[in-house]
């Protein structure tokens, strides 16, 4: 398995507010500021930066929980860096804590979990869904 995975491994991800990432758009408010699925999207992306290039060829990492709060808005302009921080490996699952910040204060924490997978086989399984049964 991943043998190079470690606590205390860090991610990053960037992004800036428009207009296609707001709250409005994403239909989860009616605000035109950072929506709430595009932070958590924003720090998914943070806890694979640290982990996805050190897995074993084959193998990804899958979302399986997301526990996070969303403590301040963010207006369209602005940039919003997510970081993660690897804090618990228990076999195949991994805990990340996340945080959010965007230029002015912190804007979203919590913790994230992910499984690492096969791929061939998690897409395999995922395409089997659309087969119908007699």
């Known amino acids: 398995m991943a ?3 470690k606590i205390g ?8 507010v428009t207009e296609e990432n707001t709250a409005l758009a994403y239909g989860s408010g009616g605000a035109k500021v950072f929506a709430t699925p ?23 990492t899958v979302g399986i929980r997301v526990a996070v709060e969303h403590l301040a808005a ?22 990340f804590r996340v945080e959010a910040h965007d230029e002015r204060e912190l804007i979203g924490r919590g913790t994230h979990e992910r499984f690492i997978v096969n791929q061939e086989r998690f897409l395999s399984r995922t395409a089997a869904k659309l087969k119908t049964t007699s």
Not at 38 to 60: C, F, R, T, W, Y
Request: zero cysteines; hydrophobic letters at 45%.
């Open 74 to 95: 963010t207006p369209v302009g602005m940039e919003v860096v997510a970081r993660s921080e690897l804090v618990e490996i228990d076999g195949k699952r991994l805990v």
């Open 38 to 60: 595009a932070m958590i999207g924003l720090m998914e992306k943070a806890a694979l930066s640290s982990v996805d290039p050190l897995l074993e060829p084959g193998q990804i």
């Open 3 to 5: 043998g190079e995975l």
């Open 9 to 16: 491994l860090r991610g990053e991800a960037v992004t800036r």
